[in-house]
């Protein structure tokens, strides 16, 4: 269908989706389109870059000081050779904005910050020697690294992060000059760079090693799935699987979302992936745009909640509270899990509330045909699953076997294929190993972004831990005024605003370095223990909201895109039926049995997720006024008080004066509730 032919809809649509493309294709690190040669500079680059990352994973041994210098050489080296220094025209400067070709300024400047980067690997066995007292060239080396990595990370993330680490340095050195109140000593230029640059202290911290040795491998894992159409074959399960319920596209959405959420960092990324497909279903079946985009947003955008990836930031989390990646799975499985059901459950009351079924089943792909063709791509994600939790290999060691596996099904899945159609063989394995380089190269690019915001952030890392991290905690005691509700309810304002501009890993990381050691100092002044893996989680979890809060939610931008709806409104959408997620992290805090603290019985876990399961459902029928028919005013604080019992049995136990190992028995207060609602509305139902 040509242009002329084509119905504005049609052209609507089709310049949405472009543009939700467009947003995805930039934050997984395509920036420049060159041509003629230097077209291949940045595809082989990355593919190099993957190939270190494999190679030190399994046969090269390297000091991680050295791993961690290549690595950000590699992420910088991508940056200015792949990303304009603006996107569009400043000042009439086009040459600052060229995307059809690599100036020759900017590989000037990509050798000078993989040198910088790469200048603590050279000088390894000097630096040793003249420690705390840095050269002329040590410091040289040094601001040329922190310059580099600023405008590396304002290309790639955005003005925000540089900002705020721009922000820190400066109260670094002026915190002498400070209001009492957030005075600081100050630091010098020569311990300012030693702790940034030639220590590991500060950008050469613990997230740059994470994200050197765990969570590259992850992403190649996603991006190798997604090239071998791993995403595609999720969402047609989870349609052949719901579609024909009622809302039924909405549900795969949400299923087809949290599978490919299992190995994608991205929210972005997930809604071009999946929404795709499910938004004009949803639209097909009678959810307007704006709630069709909004579902596909939440449920995109919690696909980082689940586990046994989560995104950067979890491994990070097992670095920072110096526990085995399990335990993050553990501490993080009822959450998530409890989430999703209730964004299941959202769907369900939205269709109720407009009167809307599935789509037939004849439109639907058949289920065991649609699992069987495409059952070699959950056959990697097993293998994962077994590798971490069964037989407790490390991240990094069950990554690259699944790797493996994933690279022989990617070279071998299309010569079958033609040999099963009895077509040309030698096309089919042309087009394997081109599609295996393809995916290579991509997981290179997607991890410029998570690369340059674990270095960035590692600069506010660096100068908290000069001395400033007894100071923030009583900044925050301050604002707070002692009150750890308001301390929380601050905490999670400021990840929602923070995480407007950054990405979800460098909101984590910046939000738990100020906050997170500050939670659990006042919750033990007003004798209330805050277990250390809460505190983190909670910044984990407000750094994930802030993708589709509005004004800026990127993630809300692309699907409004797609469903051809207003961007703001879809993401205030998005928001409230995220609500849902936000009410977790408070539970969590001062119900530690909802992230199995000291819980290691199987019956007992279960019985926490249901209830927390209920609970949700609970305040998701408060928030979105509807459970089985409308609600009445005075049913909206009967839900809130059945989501309180069920998410907070301890303080319900002790209300009642029942002892703490037996505050379960007020799970049955919370049913009782929520079935004498039901049956209120059941009545009213009949009655009308």
């Not at 765990?214 to 090239?227: N, P």
């Not at 936000?582 to 000291?598: R, V």
């Amino acid at each position: 269908m040509n242009e002329i032919d084509a119905k504005p809809d049609d052209i609507l649509e089709e310049d949405g989706l472009a543009y939700a493309k467009r947003l995805a294709e930039e934050e997984e690190g395509i920036g420049r389109l060159p041509v003629g040669i230097s077209a291949y500079f940045i595809p082989v680059i990355a593919f190099s870059w993957s190939i270190f990352q494999l190679a030190i994973a399994s046969v090269i041994i390297l000091d991680s000081v050295y791993i961690r210098a290549i690595h950000l050489a590699f992420a910088l080296a991508l940056v200015f050779l792949n990303y304009p220094m603006f996107k569009r025209t400043r000042l009439g400067l086009k040459f600052l904005s060229i995307r059809d070709r690599i100036p020759w300024f900017e590989l000037i400047l990509a050798g000078l910050a993989a040198y910088a980067a790469l200048y603590i690997a050279f000088e390894r066995q000097e630096l040793v020697t003249r420690y705390g007292s840095p050269s002329t060239m040590d410091i040289c080396a040094g601001i040329l690294l922190m310059l580099c990595l600023l405008e590396g990370a304002r290309r790639v993330i955005g003005p925000a992060l540089p900002v705020i680490a721009l922000v820190f340095c400066i109260y670094a050195f002026f915190g002498p000059y400070m209001p009492d109140l957030i005075a600081f000593k100050g630091v010098s230029i020569n311990r300012f760079i030693g702790q940034m640059t030639l220590s590991t202290e500060g950008i050469y911290g613990i997230p740059l090693d994470v994200s050197a040795t765990i969570v590259f491998l992850f992403v190649l894992f996603g991006a190798m799935l997604d090239r071998a159409g791993a995403g595609h074959y999720f969402i047609q399960l989870a349609l052949s699987l719901l579609g024909g319920f009622k809302g039924g596209p909405a549900k795969a959405a949400i299923l087809g979302s949290g599978l490919t959420g299992l190995v994608s960092g991205s929210s972005i990324a997930n809604i071009v992936t999946t929404g795709t497909f499910t938004i004009p279903l949803m639209k097909k079946v009678g959810y307007p745009a704006q709630k069709a985009a909004a579902i596909e947003v939440a449920a995109s955008t919690d696909g980082q909640l689940a586990p046994p990836i989560m995104g950067a930031a979890a491994f990070i989390i097992a670095e920072y509270v110096n526990v085995p990646y399990l335990d993050v799975i553990k501490a993080a499985a009822i959450p998530a899990f409890a989430s999703y059901a209730a964004l299941f459950y959202i769907s369900h009351i939205e269709a109720s509330k407009l009167g809307l079924k599935g789509l037939p089943r004849n439109e639907l792909p058949p289920f065991f045909q649609t699992l069987f063709n495409g059952i070699h791509y959950l056959i990697p994600l097993v293998f994962l699953l077994i590798e971490l939790i069964v037989f407790r290999h490390s991240p990094e060691l069950a990554a690259f076997k699944s790797i493996c596996i994933m690279a022989i099904i990617m070279i071998f899945q299309h010569p079958i294929k033609a040999f099963r159609d009895e077509k040309p063989l030698w096309p089919a394995c042309q087009k394997g190993v081109v599609d295996l380089f393809n995916a290579l190269a991509a997981g290179g690019r997607n991890m410029v972004a998570v690369a340059l915001a674990t270095a960035a952030a590692g600069i506010i890392v660096g100068v908290v831990a000069l001395g400033l991290g007894g100071l923030i905690t009583q900044i925050i005691d301050s604002i707070s005024m002692g009150n750890i509700f308001l301390m929380l309810i601050v905490t999670a304002f400021a990840s929602l605003i923070i995480g407007m501009g950054l990405p979800t890993t460098a909101t984590y990381i910046v939000m738990a370095s100020l906050t997170a050691p500050a939670i659990v100092t006042i919750a033990q002044l007003q004798d209330f223990a805050v277990p250390l893996m809460a505190a983190h989680l909670f910044c984990f979890y407000f750094g994930i909201l802030a993708d589709d809060t509005p004004p800026v939610g990127l993630a809300a931008y692309a699907a409004a895109a797609i469903a051809r709806s207003k961007p703001i409104p879809t993401g205030i959408q998005g928001f409230m039926y995220d609500i849902r997620t936000a009410i977790l992290p408070f539970m969590f805090i001062f119900n530690s049995d909802l992230i199995l603290h000291n819980i290691d019985n199987w019956s007992q876990g279960i019985l926490i997720f249901l209830m927390a399961c209920m609970g949700n459902f609970a305040f998701a029928s408060a928030t979105q006024g509807w459970f089985i028919v409308r609600n009445r005013f005075y049913e909206i604080p009967l839900f809130l008080s059945v989501t309180l019992i069920l998410m907070r049995p301890d303080l319900i136990a002790q209300w009642i004066g029942l002892p703490h190992d037996q505050r379960y028995w007020t799970y049955f207060l919370g049913l009782a509730l929520f079935g004498g609602i039901y049956l209120l509305q059941a009545m009213r139902k009949n009655s009308d």
